[in-house]
Every structure is written in C-alpha cells, then in structure tokens.
C-alpha cells in the first residue's frame, strides 16, 4: 500500500561546492541507469544515463559513477549552482527474464527521490 | 518544437466520475508510458505502450485505462474505480527497443474531491 508522510533524503550544500547523490539499486540484472532532475511542479529532465557495460561516464558538470559489486549509483555535480536544486531521481531498467525472448522493453523503475538544496 | 504535451496542467473532479487526461508527442517514438506521482515520491509506472494498438500493465494499473489508436496519443482515463486518484499524472515516450532515455512530459495535477 501507499505510506504517508515519507521524508526524501535531503542534501543542502554551498554554491560552488560539489554534490554527490547516491542511489542504491534493486536488481543485479539491471542493463541500464539514468538520472532524471524535477523541479517543483514539472516533469523529470534528463541529467544523464550509463549502461552496465560501463563504470563512469561524465557530462557537462556532471558524472555518473556505477559499482555494480554493491548495486551502487552516484551522480556528482560539480561547481553547484542554485539553479540545480530540485529532487533527482535514480531509474534502473530491469531486462525481461532470458526465457521470456526478445529484448528489454524499456520499463524503468524509479527511486524515491533526493532532495537538492543550493544555498547562495 | 519536438516535444512531450499534457493537457490540462491542472483538472479538478468529483469522485465517482471518469477523466481522461491527454498525451500528445511529436518526437516520432514508438513507446510511450504513463506514471503516477504522489507528493514525497517517486514515479510508479501505470501502463505503457511499445507500439500502436498494444499495451501493458505497469505497476499499478488498477483502476486505469489506456488507448493507443494512434503513434502520437497516448490518454490515460482515470476511472471511478480507482481509490485514491488525487495525484501528479505524467507521461513520457522514449524510442522502443530500449533501454533508452524516456522523455517527459509537463504532468497533469489531477484533484479528486
């Protein structure tokens, strides 16, 4: 059933500093990962995504660390900015079984969130 | 402009009635998705679609519905069934064969009283 009242993680740093957001996931089959940021009131963006075939991949500020050994994710941030408080999702995609045939149907499966808090 | 569109941003209703919330794309993609937002959460997924005139069950399909009549649209009509509709409703498409990055929509706020 639904809980009410769950608190998100939450982590407040300076502008400037960086930020590191963790995300443990479920199943050790998982092929793919993104991370997706949303602001108040609107739909997740996409920040970036890494495939279990690799470890790190970096974008423009951000990183994506994946440890498959502990089903570990991190989304590192670099010089944060105000601009990037808002509540950042991790999302696995769990490959259909290998009897089931065919490949991956692309339905990804959401963590509960982290809330981002910029201070100027 | 390519992109993912809801509409209305924000829908009000009484229990007891149905409601069907628009997903519109332009992206030309195969899949689309619906999920459910409640506030403190993350996103539970209610059905999905890899192709036109298919579709599955996600998480929590009870009391839900969807058509895919057509690549661009995607409604999903929230019905009298369901128990607890108040929500944040969003839909996302992304290109089939996956996995690949799902693209989202603005979401729809829909109020049950």
């Known amino acids: 059933g639904e809980s009410v009242g769950l608190h998100l993680p939450t982590l407040s740093v300076q502008e400037g500093d960086n930020s590191i957001i963790n995300c443990a996931y479920s199943n050790s089959a998982s092929d793919y990962f993104i991370w997706y940021k949303q602001e108040s009131g609107k739909g997740p963006q996409f920040i970036i995504d890494?495939?279990?075939?690799?470890d790190k991949r970096q974008g423009q500020r951000v990183t994506v660390l994946l440890n498959k050994t502990v089903k570990h994710l991190s989304l590192q941030i670099a010089a944060t900015q105000p601009g990037d408080s808002a509540v950042y999702f991790c999302a696995e995609n769990i490959p259909r079984p290998p009897n089931a045939g065919g490949t991956s149907y692309g339905k990804l499966t959401f963590g509960q969130g982290t809330i981002l808090t910029v201070h100027p | 402009d390519g992109g993912i569109t809801q509409s209305p941003k924000y829908l009000f209703r009484k229990e007891g009635q149905n409601v069907t919330l628009s997903c519109e794309q332009n992206l030309n993609h195969d899949a689309m998705y619906w999920y459910r937002q409640d506030p403190g959460q993350g996103l539970r997924l209610i059905y999905y679609?890899?192709?036109?005139?298919?579709?599955q069950k996600g998480d929590i399909a009870e009391g839900y519905s969807v058509s895919r009549e057509k690549k661009e649209s995607f409604p999903l009509t929230v019905t009298s069934a369901q128990k607890n509709p108040t929500a944040f409703y969003l839909c996302?498409?992304?290109?089939?064969?996956?996995?690949?990055?799902?693209?989202f929509g603005p979401g729809t706020r829909l109020t049950v009283t």
């Open positions: 679609s890899q192709i036109v005139n298919d579709f």
């Open positions: 996302a498409s992304s290109i089939s064969g996956g996995p690949y990055e799902q693209y």
């Open positions: 890494i495939r279990s075939n690799m």
